[in-house]
């Protein structure tokens, strides 16, 4: 079943209304565009694609709970300081980022995911909220990828090799 990320985290868990900003939602469909660009090269490897694509929604869940409606992620609970929608555009932004940059750690793919990111934190115009926010994305990352990492580990294969089917 594929559905855009912005209905699976509403089918995760009862997320608060306010979390339906058409901002936050923009920039959910965005890195799942992003995402899934990068995910078409695995296809072929349908369980490394999916653990890749949950990984990452759960992570961005986590994030932008925590900012919204803190305590009640999955994994990564911790209360941000702050409660703004800038700041979980840029959670968005930076826990997808970190979760497609260490399954695609190519420097190519590095390359192009950091200037999406920055690309995306750029539209963020009030800097405190978005460093917040990037703070939190990567820690919420962080705790995914530590804790999924033998799911992951060494299996992505580089831009321009064909996974066999």
Known sequence: MKIPSSQFLRLVADLPIHLS????????????HIAERYLRRVEP??????????IRLLAVH?????????????????????RS???????????AHDI?????????????????????LGLIGNDAERAIGARIGAASAAIYLETFAPLLAGTVPPRHQTVAA
């Open 21 to 32: 900003s058409p901002a936050l939602e923009s920039m959910v469909l965005a890195w799942d």
């Open 45 to 54: 490897d349908r369980t490394l694609a999916g653990r890749i694509r949950s």
């Open 85 to 95: 929608t800038q700041a979980a555009l840029a959670a968005t932004a930076q826990a």
């Open 100 to 120: 497609l940059a260490d399954a695609f750690a190519t420097p190519a793919d590095r390359e192009d995911l950091d200037d999406l990111l920055a690309e995306s």
């Open 62 to 82: 986590d994030a932008v709970l925590s900012i919204v409606d803190p305590g009640f992620g999955y994994i990564f609970k911790p209360e941000a300081v702050t």
